[in-house]
C-alpha cells in the first residue's frame, strides 16, 4: 500500500505532513508528501474574516482528494470547517498537544497582566476580541502569513508581540521567543487547536480507511475532538467567528468549556457541560444549544449583520 499525502506548504503544514508520514512509516506504509497552495495562503493582504471563512485552506486539498491525485489531507485541526461535504469525512486525529495560545515576542519580559500598552499582531477574531475584553490596554493589528512570515514582521517591528497557538511554535522550536502562556480560563482555544486532522475522500477504500486510522488516530484526542467540532457546527462558526472551546477527558466522562465573545469583546458567555464520553457529538451540541438560549444567538447574528 502507498499513501499520497496532500498538505499545504508552510514549514508548519510540511512539519504536520512528515509527523503523519513518520506514523505511517512506523506502520510499514510507504507515502509521498504532496504540497498543495490554498487559497488562503494566496491572499495575504486582506483578514481571514474578509476572504470568507469556510475552506480558506482546504478547498484546493479536497479538490485533489475529489479527483484521486492525494489519498489523504493533512491539517490543522483548528483550520478545518465544522461542517464537511458530503464527498469528505475526517478518518483520525492526531494525540493533541498542549492547546494554550502563547505570546511571543524577542522581549520576553513582555506580559498582558503588566498594565503596560504594547502592539500584539493577530489575525484571529477571537484572539481580538478577548484581548479586548481582558486586556482593553493592548492594541492590535492584523497579522496574516504562515509563522515564519510572521515572526519576520514581529522582526521589522510591526507589532511588539505575536499571539499564536502553543503547538505552532513549539513544532517549529520558537519555545525560546514564549513570554507568556496564556491562561485557558481566559483564552480558551479555537476548536480543535494542538491536533492534526487527517480527511479523505468518502470513495478511498475501506482498506484503506482502517489502516490509516489504526495508526493515525488518538482516540482520546477523538473524542474530545468530536464533542468540539460538534459544539462548532451547531453555532455554524469559523474564522471570522469568535467561538472557542476545549473538551477533556475525566474518567469516563467528558468535560467541555465552551462560549463566544462579541467582536468588541463588551460581552463574553462561557457555559460548561460534562457528559459521557459515549456520547460526545450530543454533548458539543448540548452545550450550543445552552450558549445559544442565554443570548449566543444574538451575539451571532450581530456579528453576521453587513454592518459588523
Known sequence: MHIKIGTRGSRLALWQAHYVQDLLHAGGIESDIV??????DKILDRSLSKIGSKGVFTEELEDQLRSGDIDIAVHSAKDLQSQLDDAFEIIAFTEREKANDVLVSHNTALSLKSGEPFTVGTSST??????????????????????????????????????????????????????????LDEFTPAVGQGSVAIEC??????????????????????????????????????????????????GAQI???????SLNGSELIRKTQTGAQTFPE?????????????????????IRSPNS
Open 126 to 183: 477571537r484572539r481580538v476580541a478577548v484581548l479586548r475584553h481582558f486586556y482593553p490596554h493592548i492594541k492590535t493589528v492584523d497579522m496574516r502569513g504562515n509563522l515564519q512570515t510572521r515572526l519576520r514582521k514581529l522582526e521589522e517591528g510591526q507589532c511588539d508581540a505575536l499571539l499564536l497557538a502553543y503547538a505552532g511554535v513549539h513544532r517549529m522550536e520558537y519555545d525560546d521567543k514564549i513570554a507568556e502562556h496564556l491562561l
Open 201 to 250: 475522500s468518502t470513495a478511498l477504500s475501506e482498506e484503506k480507511k482502517a489502516i490509516l486510522k489504526n495508526l493515525l488516530n488518538h482516540v482520546e484526542t477523538e473524542i474530545c475532538l468530536l464533542t468540539e467540532r460538534a459544539f462548532l457546527k451547531t453555532l455554524q462558526g469559523g474564522c471570522s467567528i469568535p467561538v472557542f472551546a476545549m473538551a477533556t477527558l475525566q
Open 282 to 302: 450530543e454533548l458539543g451540541t448540548a452545550l450550543a444549544d445552552e450558549l445559544l438560549e442565554a443570548g449566543a444567538d444574538r451575539i451571532l447574528a450581530e
Open 35 to 40: 504540497v498543495i497552495e490554498t487559497k488562503g
Open 255 to 261: 468535560h467541555i468549556t465552551g462560549g463566544i465573545i
